[in-house]
């Protein structure tokens, strides 16, 4: 055997090192495998990934640091002494030696070892390097023996060492419970290190990434689990920089390897749309003024024609959940109900709760019934609200108010609507007739705490009627405790441990004068966008707190209003996020998919 290997490398090494000579290959070859100018190269990639990049980019530049210490020192202090393998230049008078005869021992290649560790720990983190990273590996490390440095068996055991380094320090980072990961590279700067709280998935793959940040932005980011195991994703694009329409278009895309990697499988021209399945079928539903629903027969291969299911109407919405009840799909769309005022239109919103038969045509409006329409301002007397602090500013019914300059606060209002339905027998509102549905939504108070809340009532003839509603003390409720429901939140029911999961934004300091904040604080006080939470709930009222599912690190680089499914024992998490580079916390340049493994376990 050892005959047979020293015959190959023989062969190789005559081939590389003899045959190929020539004067041109000699420079490109002894400037690639230069120290120096290795040195430098990875000097500037980490350099910039400090600078540049957020938490993600300093994680990648410490592996790098560690990863490539670990592997060089142990190849030439460990591996080398130990084999004591000549170079081939040093036991051959070889007249092809472009940086001489000298060097310590051969095996195993450093070059290859560390090229290959870089290779591993990029391509990990960005999949679209893989290819070019291993030819430049694949590349030094044949120039090694072109050199007459080393043997092709000593590249690839470098290679293989190298490989192996870079996933042992991978495989450490993920396990690093009592410090995980992009907390500690976070601990280096912007985040503080300790505490008992840690972010469960802060680690992310990038779905998407926006060709320019400053025009371009993600919007409403929306997820479903197929019975295949797919998983089906949306997203919006919107801003000045989009061609044509500013208002944008959406993206479906999908992963079959739990989201490691994404195929873009078309775009559409409507936004703030959410995936679901019906009846076999994928749907992707959202608006462009008008309701607009496209579908797949082929689990998101190819897609319908986009159709209305409006006519000349205003629709607002957001990837909120969806509900399956009694052969039925139910989900919420916002219609704008008054064209008076002048500011954003919370306060005209109408939550219109849509329910559709199951193994129907979800592309016609004829299977489709719509609940009636109770804008905000119509159920909602502003003056008769006191004594919890609604609302935080005193607002004009129809525009805006600007407590700070370039800091407005619209008419208070309702959006961005989840619907639940309450199963416990003991609640107070559990419906033993399964006619009652409720909607929890966005308030748009100024403050922070509260969820807006409505219900909608099935009638015995199908006809679905939204109104406020009541306490055993006669009371009508407009707002039920919800921790993030100053921001789109999504909510769950987990059939399994019967339990209501919530995804929402964590507020921090709201009590913070709005013309003290920082500059990076996008909007009002309210409006913190870096942390995503996730809290659990046996009655949709009482919340304990799950973790933090990801955090950015400034103000401006944001993980919100993020979409969530559930698949076996995980939770999949698709966020509208940001970097430096993004505009602000609220037009955030990236969408990542987050996975919370093993999610039921944060029950206690």
Not at 151 to 156: A, E, F, P, R, S
Not at 505 to 528: C, F, I, K
Not at 537 to 561: E, L, T
Request: hydrophobic share 40%; net charge neutral.
């Amino acid at each position: 055997m050892t005959s047979l290997l020293q015959s190959i490398d023989d062969a190789v090494f005559h081939f590389l090192n003899h045959t190929l000579a020539n004067p041109v290959l000699d420079k490109i070859v002894k400037l690639a495998a230069d120290r120096e100018f290795m040195a430098a190269l990875v000097g500037l990639i980490i350099f910039v990934l400090l600078w540049k990049g957020g938490p993600r980019e300093r994680l990648v530049a410490v592996l790098l640091i560690g990863c490539l210490a670990f592997t060089d020192l142990t190849v030439h202090y460990v591996l080398k002494p130990i084999f004591q393998r000549l170079r081939p230049c040093q036991i051959m008078i070889l007249k092809h030696a472009p940086e001489g005869h000298g060097g310590s021992y051969s095996f195993p290649s450093g070059h290859a070892a560390n090229t290959f560790g870089i290779a591993v720990l990029l391509s990990c983190y960005y999949r679209r390097l893989l290819k070019p990273t291993v030819i430049f590996a694949t590349f030094i490390a044949i120039s090694r023996i072109y050199v007459g440095k080393h043997y092709l068996t000593d590249i690839v055991a470098g290679a293989v060492y190298g490989t192996a380094v870079a996933t042992l320090f991978l495989w450490l980072t993920r396990r690093w419970r009592d410090l995980p990961s992009s907390d500690f590279i976070l601990s280096l700067g912007k985040r503080p290190p300790g505490g008992a709280v840690q972010p469960l998935a802060d680690e992310f793959v990038t779905v998407l990434e926006s060709p320019d940040p400053k025009t371009i932005y993600y919007c409403s980011p929306g997820v479903a689990v197929l019975e295949s195991g797919r998983i089906v994703a949306t997203a919006g694009l919107r801003g000045p920089g989009m061609e044509g329409d500013a208002r944008g278009h959406g993206i479906v895309f999908t992963s079959d390897d739990r989201g490691k990697t994404w195929d873009r499988r078309t775009d559409f021209p409507f936004t703030h749309a959410r995936p679901f399945v019906a009846g076999g079928s994928v749907y992707v539903l959202g608006q462009m003024d008008d309701l607009t629903i496209m579908r797949s027969d082929d689990d998101g291969e190819t897609w319908s024609e986009p159709v209305t299911l409006t006519d000349g109407e205003r629709w607002h919405a957001s990837a909120t959940n969806v509900l399956y009840a009694k052969g039925c799909v139910y989900l919420v769309m916002e219609k704008r109900a008054h064209m008076d005022c002048k500011a954003w239109g919370p306060s005209v919103l109408a939550p219109v709760l849509l329910r559709g038969t199951i193994g129907e045509d979800l592309t016609k409006r004829e299977s489709w019934t719509f609940a009636s329409v109770l804008a905000f301002r119509d159920a909602v007397p502003t003056e008769a609200l006191d004594y919890f602090g609604v609302p935080f500013y005193e607002t004009p019914p129809k525009a805006a108010y600007t407590p700070a300059p370039g800091r407005g606060c619209a008419p208070i209002g309702w959006l961005e609507t989840n619907v639940v339905q309450i199963v416990d027998p003991d609640h107070y509102w559990y419906d033993p007739d399964g006619r009652t549905f409720h909607l929890l939504m966005r308030a748009h108070t100024g403050g922070t705490g509260y969820a807006a809340v409505a219900k909608v009532v099935e009638g015995k003839d199908g006809s679905m009627t939204t109104m406020l509603e009541t306490m055993p003390s006669g009371k009508k409720a407009a707002y039920v405790p919800c921790p993030g429901g100053q921001m789109r939140f999504h909510i769950l029911y987990d059939e399994t441990d019967k339990l209501y999961w919530l995804l929402s934004t964590q507020a921090t300091d709201s009590m913070t004068r709005a013309e003290r904040l920082d500059a990076e604080r996008y909007n009002l006080p309210n409006n913190e966008r870096q942390r995503l939470q996730l809290h659990f709930s046996r009655n949709c009222i009482d919340w304990c707190f799950a973790g933090i599912v990801a955090m950015g690190p400034s103000q401006k680089q944001s993980r919100h209003y993020a979409g969530m499914a559930i698949a076996g024992d995980d939770l999949l998490v698709l966020s509208r996020s940001g970097d430096a580079r993004a505009k602000s916390a609220h037009d955030g340049n990236l969408v990542t998919f987050h996975l919370v493994k093993g999610f039921r376990k944060l029950v206690y």
